[in-house]
């Protein structure tokens, strides 16, 4: 596995983040009551359009990508967890686990495991660049 893609989650999770806060948003806007507006003046147009038809849609279709985000999320954890059973040494595995799957920062993972975040983040990316040098290596 490489880098890139044990930082497959990280990003799927900020993607969850950010549609779940559209979707929020959207609902947040279909509650408010928009009063209708009287006046003599006649309104062009084709005709009538629901403004809640098009929110429903937009609903679903933020509701369907989500959906497609978490399915994806869980088959890259998947992925991640096999990985993560061929890794020989605990603390390195330790280190993964917490930045790839759990999404924690440095400072958070050296106060973890008692080190310093730049001891981590070096264990971190000294072990891939030893696993893309070594072709045979999972």
Known sequence: MTFEE???????????????????????????????VITDMPRGGSGYVNPQDEYLVKEQELE??????LRKLQYERRKIEDFLNTVDEAETRLIIRLRCVNNMK????GAEIGADRRTVSRKFYKFFEKSKSCPQCP
């Not at 369907?64 to 985000?69: C, E, K, R």
């Open 6 to 36: 044990a930082s497959q989650i990280y990003y799927i999770n900020l993607e969850i983040k950010a549609l779940r806060l559209e979707l929020a948003k959207l609902k947040e806007e279909r509650r408010y009551y928009k009063p209708n």
């Open 64 to 69: 369907d990508m989500l959906s497609y985000s």
């Open 106 to 109: 440095w400072e958070d993972i």
